[in-house]
């Protein structure tokens, strides 16, 4: 796998068939940036919503809520449907974000290229901006949904609440807590922390998209192993990027793992065998995805992308 600097659309290994992964960034980018402003509006008292805006629309790669929507389209949902879901996957996200970047936490400056949220407006409102988030996602989803049934709306609700508590990303984030500073942990324990810290919220993305346009079970299994397969290859990628990007490319602090003394593939397996296997866990995502054919163009090339990111 070669980390490149821009992601060429126009090569197979990026985008399959004819697919054009820039286009559908760029506007599905445009799209969801649009439909978070309308989702959060000004209110009493300003303080609590300026900080959760300020950090809702930071900007980023959107790619969680873009899982969310190509999915559901992919499985012959509308994005009008799917769109308050994805918008509150993205609350979600920028929580878990605000709340990872506290003193208490990784303790970091810098978040998508900016001061994050407690260095702006102290640590107890970013905690506060965060709690706010993640609450008002799940009304949001109830509220906004249109032209999906009871049923289903209940389900992609327990999807998210699953994947964002003590069974998915608290429970990933209190073991890599646990975990600093030791010399000895498994690779288990690490596979166990990605799982759930990131690749958690990244299944949600994919199985609710799923779950609004009436996925089968069997459809659902294969949106489930595709999504942890990019989900664990993204964390790879991070551990990797934290070695051999700039700050400046990763929009935060760069070294920040092995100055927290962090376990990491890079540090268990070496940089060459931590690219190889997140190559291989991109392949396996893509293979999930054969019999939807040409259907899952937009889902094959977000992989790539994720497999050849360099921020």
Request: hydrophobic share 40%; glycine share 8%.
């Amino acid at each position: 796998m070669v980390l490149t600097n821009e992601i060429d659309a126009t090569q197979p290994t990026v985008s399959p068939s004819d697919f054009d992964l820039q286009a559908f960034l760029r506007a599905g980018k445009a799209e969801v940036e649009a439909a978070l402003d309308r989702s959060l509006p000004m209110a009493y008292p300003e303080k609590i919503y300026e900080s959760m805006r300020y950090s809702l629309l930071a900007g980023g790669k959107r790619l969680r809520p873009l899982l969310c929507l190509a999915t559901c389209e992919m499985m012959g949902g509308t994005r009008e449907a799917a769109m308050p879901t994805a918008c509150a996957l993205e609350m979600v996200h920028t929580m878990s974000l605000i709340h990872d970047d506290l003193p208490a936490m990784d303790d970091d400056d810098y978040r998508r290229g900016r001061l994050t949220n407690h260095k702006v407006y102290g640590d107890d409102v970013a905690i506060l901006a965060g709690d706010g988030l993640l609450a008002y996602a799940f009304e949001y989803i109830a509220k906004e949904t249109q032209g999906v049934s009871a049923d289903r709306l209940l389900d992609v609700v327990q999807c998210l609440g699953h994947a964002v508590g003590a069974a998915g990303l608290v429970g990933g984030q209190i073991v890599d807590l646990e975990s600093e500073g030791k010399t000895d942990v498994p690779i288990e324990t690490l596979n166990f922390i990605h799982n759930h810290k990131t690749a958690a919220l990244l299944e949600a993305c994919v199985v609710s998209g799923g779950t609004l346009a009436g996925a089968s079970d069997d459809d659902a299994a294969r949106l489930t192993r595709y999504a942890r397969n990019i989900g664990l290859a993204f964390q790879i990628i991070d551990d990797i990027l934290d070695i051999t990007a700039s700050s400046e490319e990763l929009g935060k602090t760069a070294g920040k793992d092995v100055a927290a003394q962090k376990t990491t593939y890079p540090s268990l397996l070496g940089l060459e065998e931590s690219k190889r296997r997140a190559t291989a866990l991109i392949e396996e995502a893509k293979a999930e995805l054969e019999p939807y054919g040409q259907r899952a163009d937009s889902l094959k090339a977000i992989a790539d992308f994720i497999g050849s990111r360099n921020h």
